[in-house]
Structure formats: structure tokens, C-alpha cells
């Protein structure tokens, strides 16, 4: 494992949002580039040539001069160089030894025993989300794990059997709550509140979601809410409102899928009593890559008290994986829990999985969430200094419904387009080599992810952007 670099951050943060008058050149955007400390891991990933993105066939990586602007890592993050070396590490260890790889360590392998692989991808994982290693595993997708946590977490009365979510939660969250109180004999229309933003506006205010807290404490029995809103681009304040639904008597998720990799969050601290996140965005581990989870210590702990044969710990939907080691292959039917998030664990995880998970994290493990988050604070304020200058609010095609406070942003800025515009924006976009990401009707999110997006990329899509709403 390499180590962390040793580099300072860019400005103070009150400084990320000043620019000089000389920001608008070409120049400028390079001389940023130029001053990155990030600037290398660039060559740590591939990206995609503008002719590949056309072509109809299996092809290789294209020629460097010809990259494509990739702002899409807030739905897929690209591949790391190293995930072809790990996958090959996995092979050659199944091919060469078979089952014995669950339990051998080989030298020169980045790979651990598959038994313990697992366990090398949460304890990675653990220092992006801010917590220990044994509250975090690495295991199946966000929502199914979702599913597994609210079974555990999710234990509504008559009385209190609300869940807190938010108005345009990803559809997969709010399909799980749905069934989940469904599961439970429960009605959706009476047993869902949704928190909205004020009309005409994309950004709930802190101080709203505390209010709907108090209107519904009594009946509530739970506030699941995202990281960061994946439409609008919103980091919430994840320490104020978990303090705050805590002290109301609910019991506080948060789904880090637009988050992990992209903020920095400290689930221990704060205090979360249980997150799920995907891996395949800002994580960079791949298309539905395996997921991740976090459950506070203080609901992972077991008990032996009464007798090593009698643990007491948290009820929970339990599987063979979630099993000590010590024990696991003695098939005893006698279940003695991992203590910490890994009692959580079902099934026997894929080794393929793992083996792309690990070569995304040996990345992160090269530098640290904040030097990553100081570059993204500063690209991201570049965005949208180029988006606003030379513009007026009447004049200009566009609105960024994302909060203008670096603090509660990720790497994403929103665009929502006057109507009309978004399949001609779209087009202009792709013709030019760039993508990002749409949502109808009329929203383009832009995402410059700080391991591999460069000021000069931001500043020629701003151009773009900028032209293909002008034509």
C-alpha cells in the first residue's frame, strides 16, 4: 500500500470562491491545472477516447490526445488502471490454487485471502466515511443492503411508524421504504412523509427538515435521508439533523450513494446509526459494483454475558457470512455474530466484486478524503464562476439549483435549462466529446470529480455549455 501524500491544500476554504479577472482565459484554467496537487492521479484511470464513445464495437482504450470530458462520475465513475492488474490477481489466484485462495495469502498479490478480502475493502472504506474499520462492511448492492439494515432498524408501532425521507428521494430508496412498511402491515399514504423544499425552489433548508421533525416526532420512527440529493446536488448538514432526529426519539440512516467518495463524512462522530452507500460513482469500482454499509458501534456490539452459547446482540436479518470465522466452519447452526457491521453480512461475497472494489480503494488509499474534497471545493467553485460570469440572471439560459455555499455541495453543480433546451444541450455536449448526466425534464448535472477532471475540461465545457444554449 502506498503512502498517503503529504501536500497542501489549495487556499483556505473562504478562499475557494475568489477568482482573478484573468479566470475566464484558458490560461488561467491551466495554470490551476499546473498548480493541482492532484494533477497525477489522472494517470491512475482510463478514460474514454471520443471515438470509442461513437463506436459500435468492443474497442480498446483510445489515444490520449483524443479523451472525451467525462462529468458523469455522479453516475458511473471510470476505471482505474490497477482494477485490470487486481482482476488478474484474482484470476491467476482461483486458476493456479482453486478453493485454497479463501484461505492463502500470496506474495505479490494486492489481494488478500478471499476469506479476509471483505475485510480489506471495509477497512479502506472506513476512512472515506469517517468511521472504524468494524463499522464498516463491504457487501452486496446499496439497496439491498438498504432492505437488510431496515429489517434490523425499522421497528414501527402503532404509535410511531413514520419514516422521514426526502421529496425526491432516488426511486430505489423510496421504493424500499414503500415495501418495507408495507412489509410491516402498514399504509405508505399514512406511513411516508416527504420533506419538500419551499415552492419554486430545489434546496431544503436545515432549519425546515428540523421543523418537520418536531411536527412528526411523536408518530416517527425513523429519518432516512441522502448524503447529498441526487438531483439537486445538496450536501446536507448530516451532524445537526441526525443530532436533532435523535433527540426527537427516531432512529437516523443516511444513504451516502451521491457522497462516499465525494465529501468528507465522519459517521462515527456524527453519531449515524446506520448508512448504506454505493461504490460505482465517485467510488470508481465499477457498474454495479458491490456495496457498502455502516452500523454505529454502539448497535454492533454482542454480548457473551450470558454464556458463550447465548450472545445477545441486535436482531437483524442473519446469513452464514455474518458468522465468526472462528466458528464459521464448524456448521453448527450455532450463529455467533461478527461483532460490528460485519455481523450484518449474508452471504458469501464475490471475489470479483471485492477484487474491482479494492482496486478503486488502493487509489483513495494513495491520498486522503480531504486533499480529494480540497480540489473538489475548488473545481467546483471554478464551474461556477464560469457559469456566472458575463451573465445576468435574466439573461442567462440556465439556473443552478445547486446551493451556492461550498459547504453544502458536493462535485456536482445542477443546471436546470429554460425549457426546450435540454436535447439540443445534450447534443452539442456529446458531439463535442463531452458527457454528463440528464434528468428530465430539463436538468443537466455536471460533475468535475477531483481524482481525474482537470480546470482546463471545466473551463472548455463551460464553452460549450455556454454556446449550445446560445444557438
Known amino acids: ?36 496537487p492532484l494533477r497525477s492521479f489522472r494517470d491512475k484511470f482510463i478514460i474514454p477516447s471520443k471515438s470509442n464513445l461513437k463506436t459500435t464495437k468492443l474497442a480498446k482504450p483510445g489515444l490520449s490526445q483524443d479523451q472525451c470530458i467525462y462529468f458523469c462520475g455522479n453516475s458511473l465513475g471510470l476505471q482505474p488502471r490497477a482494477t485490470a492488474k487486481y482482476l488478474e490477481a484474482h484470476l491467476d489466484t482461483w486458476s493456479s490454487i482453486g478453493v485454497c ?10 489481494l488478500k485471502q478471499w476469506q479476509l478480502l471483505a475485510e480489506q475493502a471495509a477497512e479502506d472504506m472506513s476512512k472515506i ?26 421497528t414501527p408501532t402503532q404509535t410511531k411508524h413514520k419514516i422521514l425521507l426526502d421529496w425526491k428521494a432516488f426511486p430505489s430508496d423510496h421504493y424500499a421504504i414503500e415495501s418495507q412498511i408495507k412489509w410491516h402491515g402498514g399504509n405508505p399514504d399514512e406511513s411516508m412523509v416527504l420533506i419538500s423544499p419551499d415552492e419554486g425552489e430545489y434546496v431544503i433548508s436545515t432549519e425546515k427538515i428540523l421543523s418537520i421533525i418536531d411536527e412528526h416526532a411523536s408518530e416517527a420512527a425513523m429519518l432516512l435521508l441522502p448524503g447529498i440529493q441526487y438531483y439537486s446536488g445538496q450536501f446536507f448538514d448530516i451532524p445537526t439533523i441526525t443530532a436533532y432526529a435523535q433527540s426527537r426519539g427516531l432512529v437516523v440512516g443516511w444513504d451516502l450513494a451521491h457522497a462516499y467518495g465525494n465529501v468528507e463524512v465522519k459517521l462515527h462522530d456524527w453519531n449515524v446509526d446506520f448508512a448504506v452507500w454505493c461504490t460505482y460513482k465517485y467510488g470508481n469500482a ?18 457473551y ?27 453448527d447452526n450455532k450463529f455467533k455474530p461478527i461483532p460490528g457491521a460485519g455481523g450484518f453480512q449474508v452471504s458469501n461475497p464475490s471475489a470479483v466484486d471485492l477484487a474491482s472494489l479494492c482496486s478503486a480503494l488502493s487509489v483513495f488509499n494513495d491520498t486522503s478524503i480531504q486533499q480529494i474534497r480540497a480540489k473538489s471545493l475548488r473545481i467546483t467553485a471554478y464551474l461556477e464562476h464560469l457559469l456566472l460570469a458575463g451573465t445576468t440572471e435574466e439573461s442567462r439560459q440556465y439556473r443552478i439549483i445547486t446551493p451556492s455555499d461550498p459547504n453544502s455541495r458536493g462535485a456536482q453543480l445542477s443546471l436546470l435549462l429554460k425549457p426546450g433546451l435540454l436535447d439540443r444541450v445534450s447534443q452539442r455536449l456529446e458531439d463535442a466529446g463531452i458527457i454528463c448526466d440528464k434528468r428530465q425534464p430539463d436538468v443537466v448535472r455536471a460533475a468535475p470529480a477531483p481524482l481525474y477532471n482537470t ?13 449550445a444554449v446560445q444557438d
Open 1 to 36: 500500500m502506498a503512502p498517503a501524500l503529504t501536500v497542501p491544500l489549495f487556499e483556505e476554504q473562504k478562499e475557494i470562491s475568489k477568482f482573478p479577472s484573468n479566470a475566464l482565459s484558458r490560461e488561467y484554467a491551466e495554470s490551476l491545472d499546473s498548480a493541482d
Open 101 to 110: 485462495g479463501h484461505f492463502r495469502d500470496l506474495e505479490d498479490s494486492p
Open 129 to 154: 466515511v469517517g468511521a472504524a474499520p468494524e463499522e464498516v462492511a463491504a457487501m452486496g448492492t446499496l439497496t439491498s443492503n438498504l432492505h437488510l439494515l431496515l429489517a434490523s432498524f425499522y
Open 286 to 303: 465499477g457498474p454495479g459494483a458491490i456495496g457498502g454499509l455502516f452500523v454505529h458501534d454502539r448497535h454492533g456490539a454482542v454480548d
Open 305 to 331: 454475558s450470558q454464556g458463550e452459547d447465548k450472545p445477545v446482540y441486535r436482531n437483524r436479518l442473519s446469513g452464514w457470512y455474518g458468522g465468526d470465522r472462528s466458528v464459521r466452519f464448524k456448521m
Open 455 to 467: 480546470f482546463t475540461e471545466v473551463w472548455e465545457f463551460v464553452n460549450e455549455l455556454k454556446a
